[in-house]
């Protein structure tokens, strides 16, 4: 069994690094955890938007950390217009976030319809630029929609948005089904997918009545959870890691009220080389480790790993064992990571 | 619209009321929530596994709250014995409650597999004595079974059960799907189903992050709870309440840690029969409710209304609407009731 692994400069294609104070926090996490590279959700409170408002985040986040490769996206929103679109793509931003109205975190203003964002993703196919996909519809009782099928019934309108646009570059986010694993393979290579660390570990009886394993997408069944670590497994190149670390203050995650549940997310960008690399060696894969983290993302992103980029050498713990933290802390603010307190068989030895 | 309901002498075919100074605060709950008739579950600390226990904890609880009637129940485990079915029959015992191992709140002590308890079975058949099944198989993410179909895939056991005893009288607690609901239809007159109030109002969604809505069985799709309203529709003389009202203290509820979870169960028996007939209503079956809170769960357990007990009346609020307390304390412990701080449309005006 290899003792050291070397990983080419890691990229993670969906994090959350928020504002203000807890930005300062968990920003340089993202280094921390052995990354490169951070493609930035825009769910800011207000959403990122304009062209100047991604390029003002992407500066505050260079200050906090400049070791990191920013990318940048802007919020899928009525106020965006193609004019809009070609200017960003023109200032460097790399894609365009949907999110269905009221399903996660700060997405209220999320859409409702894609037919309306038509223009806009015309715009964005012929300057190139990212639909990246948060792929579930809404719940709906009626419609017997809820949060573990709302992924699966939201899988029409990524073919359909494929079909009408297929030069279009398109990443379904997060996916956490086998459904999604299968549509994602049956588009064509303008088509990929990200996957989370987490979902390749939980399932649902993992965050039923424990919220800091709560998080949207839900992790869903262990079948699907077979799904996503099969097809690393096989080492398809447009299935890649985007973590969707997604931090919290801690009583956001550990307190309920019978009139208020707990934030959804889970946090792993501290731990997260580490962490990739003891999942996917839990279930054969360490082999494919380079290809989910970095070169597959990259390839699908046009992202060639810059020459001042160093490899990232990963060892067995020399500790005997690599603990998780149990928290990061920052003035008042803190953070707990995913698995706090637990084992990991990888620990970061350079980058 | 009435503005008073009439219901003889409700009866809350599933309880829990613990022991010690928690259930000194929760047993006169029964009476308060406007049930005569409590049956009571036996996994107590440790377990109550003979007749003396039986009858002790009856004794108990009538100290507590001489004016409800207590059906007591065994906790099915490898002590038991035919003779002490008998004996235990003999006592006035009513049921032997079988759990699965590690499903749900002490069950650690829990069935494994049924073969084990035939000639426990076969005495309780010939002595007419209930079995209470907790109709969920442990999960088991090798043969994807998981806290959403662990009742689905228990049903096949129901069956052989009652192809074997077809004499036994079989009560499948606290039913959550629609398979469930067509399982016990598709059986003969000896096997009934409870269905609790918590599972006519909650899905998925509504415990996905929000722990006080976390129990088990756990609440599930849309169209589950649609199969349990329609059964109650129905007026099918098989399913009636047993409302599983489950008390836990605050903090357990409330608060979770990375390394530990919340409890899983929901507290009703404070508000019981306004919320049932609030729930009832809300999908149009209130002309059911003194079926399905009385008269048929009374029949299939030969428990008919003894003349000392009144019907109890339910009104439209007095005060325009009836709040759910916020909680209920004695001495140290204290209680939060489901819907705490919601607003019922009836409330108890005699009993």
Redesign the interface.
Known sequence: MASTISVNSPADFHVHLRQGSLSALVTPHVKKGGFDLAYVMPNLKPPVTTTEQALAYKQTLEKIDPSVEYLMTLYLSPELTPDEIRKAKKAGVSGVKSYPRGVTTNSDGGIESYETYYPIFEAMQEVDMVLNLHGEIP?D??A??????AEPKFLPHLHKLHATFPRLRIVLEHATTRAAVEAVKSCGPTVACTITAHHLAL???D??????N?CKP?AK???D?TALREVILEGHPRFFLGSDSAPHLPHT???????H????GIYTSPILLPLVAHLLESFGALDKLEGFVSNFGRAFYKQATSVEHSKVVLRRPTAGKALVDEKYTLGEDSV?P????GELGWEIATQ
Chains 1, 2 share one sequence.
């Open positions: 719940s009782a009626s017997n929609t809820h949060i573990l099928n399932t649902v009886d965050w039923a009545g424990q919220s800091w709560f839900v069944y262990p079948d959870r995650k550990s307190t309920s009220t019978p009139s549940g707990c934030a959804a707990v995913f698995w706090a307190g």
